[in-house]
């Protein structure tokens, strides 16, 4: 009987995967959508990930608004962008937690595009801090800083610009992160942040079918090394911030000598990870390009997706006791 349901199940899985390949595979295989006259616009464009996409895009034909959060200071991102002296790079002034920045932004878009009742084709929600610290370390403000400007940031933006996305029928992509469905201690002020994204962006997902808007997640693992999200400098800054805001107790249990290592262990980061961003690139431009995209992409070494399998698939007892250190079975 159990041998019977078995078979049953095996039979059934292979006939999802093999239905789900011959599927994919012809959709896959279509050819990608023109960039020209398509534009795009791009939060957290000053550097990293949003900088490099700011170009590749460009690069591809599309015409660029890149959003950076320190254009009127004359920030470096945002001064390279605009001595491309392109009329498809346009450089704007956007703090994705400021309501009014990104009201005007919204506004200079429709201004600026072609043919507003046309639309805008594609929003990339980039603009992201991160941060570390375990629960009894983190205060409530770093939860809060955290929280405004990669969940509240998205959703304040994909607010302002979705009536001009869904004239274009076009794309919301949202800059997750691995994090961003499985976590890691450590790290809950970023982890909750993102798993908020990645929920928000599952229900507009499914509100948007109608619309034939489609929303698409990135969820990148560790490309720490190739952009400027954590540093060593700011991992001591963090560090000393935790430390002095622990309560007396917190100090005591956990102890200096543990503190001190957790944080040697976080600066080991900063070189760790994939330099080479074009995995991430490559898998936004197919996310705005490709006439039946993925609702998830995952850029990530082979190691980091079998982690994210395990992690997300089996009882978290077992992925607990085969990744974190400390827990048992
Ligand atoms: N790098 C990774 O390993 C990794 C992995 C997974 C996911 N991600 C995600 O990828 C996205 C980009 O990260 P990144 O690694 O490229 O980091 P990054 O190099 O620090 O770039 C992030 C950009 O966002 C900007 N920004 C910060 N706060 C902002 C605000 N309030 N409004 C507008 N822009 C703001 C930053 O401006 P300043 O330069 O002025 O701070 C910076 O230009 C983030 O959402 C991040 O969570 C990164």
Redesign the pocket.
């Known amino acids: 009987m159990r041998s019977g349901a078995g078979l049953l199940l095996a039979l059934g899985v292979a006939g999802v995967l093999l239905l789900r390949f011959l599927v994919l595979l012809p959709r896959r295989a279509r050819r990608a959508l023109p960039a020209e006259g398509k534009a795009v616009l791009i939060?957290?464009?000053?550097?990293?990930?949003?900088?490099?996409l700011a170009k590749c895009l460009h690069a591809k034909g599309f015409t660029v608004f890149a959003?950076?959060?320190?254009m009127e200071e004359n920030?470096d991102?945002a001064r390279e962008l605009k001595n491309m002296k392109s009329d498809r790079m346009k450089v704007l002034q956007?703090?994705?937690?400021?309501d009014q920045e990104v009201a005007q932004a919204a506004d200079f878009v429709k201004r600026t595009l072609k043919d507003p009742e046309e639309g805008l084709w594609g929003l990339v929600?980039?603009?992201?801090?991160?941060t570390f610290g375990e629960v009894e370390f983190a205060s409530l403000d770093n939860y809060k800083t955290v929280a405004?400007?990669?969940l509240w940031?998205t959703v304040r933006v994909t607010k302002a610009f979705l009536p001009l996305i869904r004239r274009a029928k076009g794309r919301v992509v949202n800059?997750?992160?691995?994090?961003?469905r499985m976590v890691s201690p450590s790290r809950s002020c970023?982890c909750i942040s993102?798993f908020g994204v990645a929920a928000f962006s599952d229900c507009l997902r499914q509100e948007m079918y109608r619309w034939g808007v489609h929303v698409i997640l990135?969820?990148?693992?560790?490309?720490?090394a190739?952009?400027?999200?954590?540093t060593a400098a700011g991992i001591d800054r963090q560090a000393e911030a935790l430390w002095s805001g622990a309560t007396d107790t917190v100090r005591e249990d956990y102890g200096s000598e543990y503190f001190t290592r957790h944080v040697a262990m976080m600066k080991s980061f900063v070189n760790s990870?994939?330099k080479d961003m074009s995995l991430?690139l490559n898998d936004i431009t197919e996310a705005l390009t490709s006439p039946c995209p993925k609702n998830r992409y995952n850029p990530m070494e082979t190691y980091w997706w079998v982690r994210l399998q395990v992690m997300t698939h089996l009882p978290t007892a077992i992925a607990d006791w085969l990744y974190i250190p400390g827990a048992t079975l």
């Not at 956007?94 to 400021?98: G, H, I, K, Q």
């Not at 190739?226 to 954590?230: E, H, K, M, N, R």
């Open positions: 939060t957290g464009c000053d550097k990293g990930f949003g900088h490099a959003g950076c959060l320190l920030g991102g956007m703090d994705v937690c400021s929600n980039n603009a992201g801090i991160s405004e400007v990669n940031g800059i997750t992160s691995m994090l961003g970023y993102k990135i969820e990148p693992s560790n490309f720490v190739a952009t400027g999200i954590l990870g994939l991430v």
